[in-house]
């Protein structure tokens, strides 16, 4: 107990220490007193000016089940009030954009307040009066704002000391002025309405434009009377120096541009959210968080109020609907106070990186408290090594989702972008079980301090037979199905041999049309003697479970053991006598021995098939075995034959038959037993689509076995233990994870597309995904690898490269895995495909064909990732990270090409050399 207690303690205490590194204290100047002023729009956290209606979760939630239209996007006028009465006290100006938005409204409340108002008049081109308003020329929404903007000015003396027309009207000219129809506020034109302005009014006019508008139109800077510059770093991803010296710089350009003239700062400040910004020169980053704003913004208001220059802190509040429209995540998060009026930082003392890191550590202990006691109880006897493997990986996986669920919980989001970030979080938490399923696995293995249930060696359990013991007959089941002859014949010659007193072998041939295919086999079968005996059927129902049904009926009425093997395995002679005994326990109702195979050697592909096989009979079958919860197969298995009748023999309605037979006798509470000894060897597919092939067929009808037997796994109505359900469950979980990533896949691309092309009409362009789920998704790929090869070293015998080799076969399956999961959730039947052996050889660009969906998929990754790096990644670093995990989602694409060309080079080499049939001779 004092062990298991340390494991908890120390790995809790890890957890709070790990985020608690997160943190650190960050120097910058204090600032007391009032600020002399802040940007302040009046849209409340659910507005959205752009749209013309109310956004965002909440409204859609009001309006979705009921018939109340979304409010008007109009300035309210309570929201307004409160925000004057927050800002009372703490600056002395306040900045807006729009006069007829609330305008005069906010003249009073500044009145009200003792505050100072900079008004600003939003001037318009006939292309955004046509879009926002629906008016064919501008000129008359352009009236309305300056009126009201002259209005303002002219009855709020004292109240009213400057004010601005237009805002970054040539900064948007800029970038169209080469079009044919520029749809922006031309020079010429925000001239003339600053002139109208300047004739009706006594205050101070400018107009509003980052530094080097300013410092390219020197005509616009002779009409107004002071300059009002914006000054934000964060967006200038070709400078590369720090935010400080960015300000410290560009104002001196400015004052060595105008060096008599009245200089403000209309914008400066820093995001608390959003994507981080890369400098491609320098490789400086600039991170949007929370203590990026406070230091930045508290250094440039030292620096600015030293200098005597008035400044505007961009902005008062946040505006979520800029995240939306405008400018990408970030434009959302301005404002010293979030969108629900909460202060974001304090104006004196150290800044704390990451302050909630307590709040963090103490969700993802709380989180992961549960499955650590039960993981520590269940598997106290396990090594201390692996009670702390498993432990930090659950730690991992729940500070993952807690961490994006704080991130998605202070985010502002619209309707859309809510059931996106949900659909990732049901991804990542389906993706973290399911790897920390593998994970248990892994330290169930290799941290187990002995195993309980391994079988008896061969050459022990037959010498520790007594000389009269009583052999149950056994009788061999081997279907086949236009198998080559003299592949059959090679197994019959093994079967022949068995050391055993008491078995026969019935083969039966079922839907083979060519009598030059099946009369060979018939013909050596009666070679062999009346232990063999043939059957053949031109068509027949049900496939191979159908035919091994049918030779069920023809049995020997004495037989008491079943066996089947595949057509293309040669077993040894001890096979029977070694398994056999295991009968003995009653509760034993199948034997099962591993499928192996003998023609790898000197083929690279086949190599990759063996090696990979054998990761799942000498891994993941040996755990199972510790928990009577083995997969049977179609191949080396041996059954009892009264259960057999009893059960109804073979299911044709399902095309693993053999692993649903199994389910069924651990249903009816009879348990099974696995030697990881090889006693059979059989033939690897040829080719790249035959292996295809079988794993699909496996893969659905594991879907079949699923949707079938569902009610049982759920329910107490069969004797199936708790550890049974958990392996089956387990087992078919790596499958659903190769589904998932499909799925996935083909929604990154569609991201992806949404992200690269120019949107349609109507369409907004959409961010790139969260990087909090894209890390922990990249995460799980590499524990993956970890999982792969720490196994593969502990419990295989192969080298290195085999178990790479291995690796890139079981990656190279992901796309036929995944479409077959896909098929088997919403089909109930397909054709039994079996896996061809001696088959013709292919052609080069055969072999390639059979991993065309895979190559299309790795191409549109990888051209996908290098278009997002090149186009985006310059100054993104989330961008940068995106187009990462793409080349990392093209690898098992990738690996299925590369799988596809080595049996492609084998076979060419194989067609080189002289071609030996095998010679076939009658067993003695």
Not at 368 to 393: D, E, N, Q, Y
Request: with cysteine; proline share 5%.
């Amino acid at each position: 107990m004092v062990r298991l207690a340390s494991v908890l303690f120390l790995t809790l205490a890890a957890t709070f220490a790990g985020w608690r590194a997160f943190d650190a204290r960050i120097d910058a100047a204090d600032i007391e007193g009032p600020l002399h002023g802040v940007t302040y729009a009046p849209w409340a956290k659910d507005q959205d000016p752009l749209e013309g209606k109310a956004s965002g979760v909440y409204s859609f939630l009001r309006t979705a089940f009921t018939d109340e239209p979304p409010p008007p996007v109009k300035p309210r006028r309570e929201r307004m009030q409160a925000d004057f009465a927050m800002l009372a006290g703490r600056v002395g100006t306040v900045r807006t954009y729009r006069a007829t938005d609330g305008g005069e409204a906010m003249a009073e409340f500044a009145r009200t307040y003792d505050l100072k108002l900079m008004p600003g008049a939003w001037i318009y081109s006939n292309y955004e009066a046509k879009l926002q308003f629906g008016k064919d020329s501008a000129a008359e929404v352009n009236g309305e704002e300056t009126r009201a903007l002259i209005r303002i000015a002219n009855q709020n003396p004292g109240i009213v000391e400057r004010i601005l027309v237009g805002n970054e009207n040539i900064l948007r000219w800029d970038g169209e002025k080469n079009l044919r129809e520029p749809r922006a506020v031309s020079p010429a034109q925000l001239i003339r309405e600053i002139r109208n302005v300047k004739r009706n009014v006594r205050v101070p006019v400018s107009t509003a434009e980052p530094w080097h508008v300013w410092l390219h139109y020197p005509e616009l800077a002779r009409e107004v009377d002071y300059l009002a510059v914006h000054i934000l770093p964060y967006w200038d991803e070709k400078s590369d120096e720090e935010p400080l010296d960015y300000l410290k710089n560009r104002i001196g350009l400015l004052r060595q541009a105008y060096p008599n003239r009245n200089i403000i700062i209309t914008e400066i400040g820093w995001p608390s959210n959003g994507a981080s910004r890369r400098s491609p020169g320098s490789g400086l980053v600039r991170h949007a968080t929370q203590a990026e704003q406070a230091k930045h913004i508290r250094d440039a208001i030292a620096w600015l109020r030293e200098q005597k220059i008035e400044h505007y802190i961009v902005e008062a509040v946040d505006q979520p609907w800029k995240s939306y429209d405008l400018e990408g995540k970030a434009g959302g998060y301005w404002g010293l106070f979030n969108a629900d009026r909460e202060q974001k930082f304090q104006w004196t003392g150290p800044i704390r990186r990451f302050p909630g890191w307590a709040s963090y550590a103490g969700g993802s202990a709380a989180l992961a408290l549960p499955i650590l006691l039960f993981f520590l109880w269940k598997w106290r006897t396990m090594r201390t090594a692996g009670l702390f493997v498993f432990s930090g990986l659950v730690v991992l996986s729940t500070s993952s989702m807690v961490y994006a669920a704080n991130r998605a919980g202070s985010s502002y989001m619209v309707t859309s972008e809510a059931i996106g970030w949900a659909v990732l979080a049901l991804f990542l938490a389906l993706s973290l079980g399911m790897a920390l399923v593998q994970a248990l696995e892994f330290v169930d293995t290799i941290w187990r301090r002995r195993w309980l249930r391994e079988a008896t060696p061969a050459a022990e359990m037959v010498a520790s037979q007594p000389a009269n013991r009583h052999w149950p007959k056994v009788s061999l089941h081997l279907a086949i199905c236009n198998e080559p002859p003299a592949m059959v014949i090679q197994t019959l010659d093994s079967l022949a041999r068995l050391d055993y007193p008491d078995y026969e072998v019935i083969v039966i041939d079922n839907n083979t049309r060519d009598p030059a295919v099946w009369r060979p086999v018939q013909d050596y079968c009666a070679s062999l003697g009346e232990r063999f005996r043939f059957f053949h059927f031109d068509t027949m129902k049900g496939f191979k479970a159908g035919a091994l049904n049918y030779v069920l009926t023809q049995t020997a009425k004495d037989a008491q053991v079943i066996g089947v093997i595949d057509s293309d395995y040669e077993v040894r002679p001890d096979w029977l006598k070694a398994l056999v005994p295991h009968f003995d326990d009653r509760r034993i109702g199948y034997v099962q021995a591993p499928q192996d195979h003998r023609d790898w050697r000197g083929d690279r592909f086949k190599e990759m098939l063996n090696w990979e096989y054998a990761g799942f009979f000498d891994i993941g079958m040996c755990l199972r075995n510790e928990y009577d919860a083995i997969i049977q197969h179609g191949t080396m298995t041996l059954v009892r034959r009264d259960l057999m009748e009893e059960l109804g023999g073979w299911a044709t309605w399902c095309i693993t038959e053999d692993t649903e037979f199994g389910l069924r006798l651990m249903e009816k509470g009879y348990g099974a037993m696995y030697s990881r000894e090889r006693f059979g060897h059989g033939l690897t597919p040829d080719h790249f689509a035959g292996y295809k092939k079988q794993r699909f067929r496996w893969a659905y009808g594991a879907m079949q076995i699923m949707k079938a037997h569902a009610g049982n796994m759920l329910s107490n109505r069969t004797q199936l233990t708790t550890a049974q359900k958990f392996h089956f469950v387990a087992g078919w979980l790596p499958w659903f994870a190769d589904a998932l990533n499909l799925i996935f896949t083909w929604a990154g691309i569609a991201w992806l597309l949404a992200v690269l092309l120019p949107p349609l009409a109507g369409i907004k362009p959409v961010g790139l995904p969260p990087a909090e789920f894209i890390i922990p998704t990249i995460g799980i790929f590499v524990w993956k690898l970890v999982y792969s090869f720490g196994l593969y070293a502990d419990r295989v015998k192969c080298t290195f490269r085999q178990s790479l080799g291995a690796a890139f076969a079981g990656l190279a399956l992901t796309y036929t895995v995944g479409r077959a999961v896909i098929y088997g959730l919403f089909t109930s039947r397909l054709p039994f495909m079996r896996t061809p052996k001696m088959d013709e050889r292919a052609t080069l660009g055969m072999a390639l064909g059979m991993a065309r969906g895979e190559a299309v998929l790795a191409v549109t990754l990888l051209l996908g990732a290098a278009v997002l790096w090149m186009r985006n990644g310059q100054i993104d670093p989330e961008a940068r990270l995106w187009a990462t995990f793409m080349v990392v989602q093209s690898l098992p694409f990738l690996a299925a090409v590369y799988v596809s060309v080595v049996n492609a080079l084998e076979q060419i080499r194989a067609a080189a050399a002289p071609f030996e049939a095998p010679t076939l001779q009658p067993a003695e």
